[in-house]
């Protein structure tokens, strides 16, 4: 099968995101401060593109009660909060005080402090404490690689019928065709997870490292 995906320049990605909803001054003023102050670690940060997406998904589907696995400096999580309904609150879910004091300023700056809160901890473990019904209308996953499977286990059964869970950097760079690494292996068998489980339809998207939709029944 052929493809009709193309490779994204700098000018052509350029392009696409100041045609999709480009990043304002709040969520610029985020990403050069974590580039300034954090330059080994700002990878982590989700690109423009994909924090317009969360914030497009999040408003498309209603999303009253959401989560997040592994906030950092906080432009998912700003990007996720900005679309939630009226009333709407996310859990954010990180093991880092220095990284997330910078998103709490961020949050507070673009005025949705009170519809986040923060729980400091391993995900594995303070993602236990949510309540077991069935009440999530989305999560976004974007932690430890390794992790996944565990944050995958502990979600899929609190999200409602139809809820969505996103999933971030599932294609590793592309390195998942020939993992090179522990996370790019523990990805392509996340991956392989996803794929088999019935419980969920996927589909996964070529946005900035791979981002797999998960619609669970």
């Known amino acids: 099968m052929t493809t009709k995906s193309i490779p994204l320049t700098s000018e052509l990605h ?19 401060e974590t580039r300034a ?4 670690d700002a990878h982590m940060q989700v690109a423009p593109e ?28 700003l990007a996720i909060a900005r679309g939630l309904s009226e009333g709407g609150r996310l859990t954010c879910f990180d093991i880092s005080e220095e990284f997330t004091a910078i998103a709490r300023r961020y949050w ?3 005025g949705v402090d009170d519809r986040i809160e923060l729980r400091i901890g391993p995900a594995g473990d303070t ?22 499977p565990i944050y995958w286990a502990e979600l899929v059964p609190r999200m409602r019928p ?36 019935v419980r969920v339809d996927a589909v996964m998207l070529p946005i900035a490292d791979g981002l797999t939709l ?4």
């Not at 350029?14 to 909803?21: D, E, K, P, R, S």
């Open 162 to 197: 139809g809820g969505v869970i996103a999933v971030d950097n599932v294609l590793r760079g592309g390195r998942v065709i020939a993992p090179q690494n522990a996370d790019d292996r523990a990805i392509a068998a996340f991956n392989d997870e996803v794929l088999a489980d």
């Open 50 to 77: 994909h924090a317009a997406f969360l914030t497009f998904l999040t408003r498309l589907l209603g999303v009253r009660q959401a989560v997040e696995v592994g906030t950092f400096t906080g432009l998912s999580s």
């Open 127 to 148: 993602l236990r404490g949510l309540p077991h019904e069935r009440h999530l209308d989305f999560a976004f996953i974007d932690a430890d690689k390794t992790g996944y």
């Open 14 to 32: 350029a392009y696409l995101v100041g045609h999709g909803a480009p990043p304002d001054e709040i969520m610029r003023d985020l990403a050069e």
């Open 37 to 40: 102050v954090l330059p080994n």
């Open 214 to 217: 998960a619609r669970v029944h």
């Open 108 to 110: 507070e700056r673009a």
